[in-house]
């Protein structure tokens, strides 16, 4: 069963019904509320919040917010102060990014700016300016820069293709050099201990 959730001027009534999404009907601003309302697909009804001032639903803060703690989760990150608003709006490198993740295998943190939707549960829109601020701003901060997308109303199926983690390939390139680098050390630890063996035996 689904929660269907719909906004009229007496207040929000929901219902519950077979196949439906997580969805709310949003009125129309300017001419009030009319039979046909646009609808935004939500992952659950937790996603629903409010304006203050006009009582409307703004539902696009909580579920950025939302995507943002399920990948603090998933990667065992950490979350930035006001998703990295503060470090831009005080100019500082260090606090900006929406999520920070820390690996000892890497000499650099992953500066991670995460995208949910911008398109339905088929296809998203990638736009550049998102991968150029977050190249520049990991630059700035010394960090290695990477993307969080996932779908929108994405329930069922293969729902990990839904969830993306994206690297510019100077980016990757760097990590793989970094693990490269690991791999060759840890043969190295191989064979010396190898040689320890026979000139024991």
Known sequence: M??????????????????????????????????????????SPRDLCYNGDSKMPSCSKAIGDRWEREVVKELKGRRQPNSGAFGTLHNDASLTGDVLVEYPWLSRLLHI???????GNKS?????????????????????????????GV????????????????????IAKEIEYLYLDYLNLLKEDYERKENEN
């Open 2 to 43: 689904k929660l269907l959730l719909d906004v009229t001027q007496s207040g929000v009534k929901a219902k519950r019904v077979r196949r439906a999404p997580h969805s709310i009907a949003l009125p129309n601003r300017d001419k009030g509320f009319h039979k046909k309302h646009r609808c935004l697909t939500l992952d």
């Open 113 to 119: 700016e995460c995208k949910y939707g911008y398109g």
């Open 155 to 174: 329930t069922g199926g293969d729902r990990e293709s839904a969830r993306l983690i994206c690297f510019d390939l100077g980016t990757w390139k760097a």
């Open 124 to 152: 998203l829109s990638l736009k550049r300016d998102w991968i150029t601020k977050v190249r520049e701003e990991a630059k700035s901060a010394r960090r290695y820069a990477a993307l969080a997308l996932k779908f929108r």
